[in-house]
């Protein structure tokens, strides 16, 4: 038929429609954050470093004939942590704007500043692996290795060697690239029903099990250009402590429009280079 009225011709009459809520952004959780040793009641006080004593070993000795013992020199070393990260998220919704949006912009957009500070925090601490030099695993040029049993249990006899505690999974972590979960989920040891006695099969889960015994964790946030930087932490290898925490505030208007901006500052250090591996990657 002809001369119908279709939706070109109502396109005048027809509005568009926005949904009054916008869908969250994605951000990592943090993850390395809450694993690693906080230092946080150390430095809330006033100062810049933290001193982080570290006790040395003691040796025993064979007690002499005559009854004489050896006396020791033990010297305690240091790590020093500066209070040094001051990070900040800062957006200025212009009056007009904030007046005509069917949404609060202020205030829909202050969830995201703490996760996307969240995010970049747990970013640093990953970039610590730069510091960790002690125990290294896996290629760093092509051909990279790729996940497997062999790799990662040469990282985990690492820690054994050095008499590293890792029997607690309180105190014991790997933190893996997202890039590796299908690596691991394909390795039957960590997921087959008949190794990990669960009814419907590790293997159908999304969840890593704990691999042997050490609890799991995946970020992004570990990605470099050439190599993943996996590490495999007890909790004493990094220390962070956050001198003033998360403040949201408004700053004061210079024009017509609202600033409004989130700031926190925080330290952190690789205080036992022993205690932790990096475990490359093919990316």
Known sequence: MANE?????????????WRPKMLAGRYDEMTIGKRVLSVTGDVKAKGDILHVPIEPTVSVNAVGSNGSVTNQALTPTEAQLTVDQWREATIDVVDKAQAQSIIDLVEAFQPAMSKAM???????????????????VGATAQPYDIVNE??????????????????????????????VWSALKKIAAFNNVNLTGEEVGGGLKMKIPDVYGI????????????????LLLHKECLAWGMQKNFRLEMLGRVRKSQPVSADWLFGLKVVRNNHGVVVNTAP
């Open 5 to 17: 009225i279709t939706n070109t011709e109502a396109d005048k009459l027809i509005p568009e429609l």
């Open 118 to 136: 969240a995010e970049d925090a747990d970013g640093l601490l990953a970039n610590e692996h730069s510091n960790i030099t002690t125990n290294v």
């Open 150 to 179: 062999d790799l990662l249990t040469s990282a985990v006899q690492k820690l054994l060697d050095l008499k590293v505690p890792i029997m607690n999974p309180a105190e014991i972590t790997w933190f893996f690239d997202t890039a």
């Open 215 to 230: 609890p799991v964790f995946f970020t992004t946030q570990i990605k470099t250009s050439t190599t993943l930087k996996n």
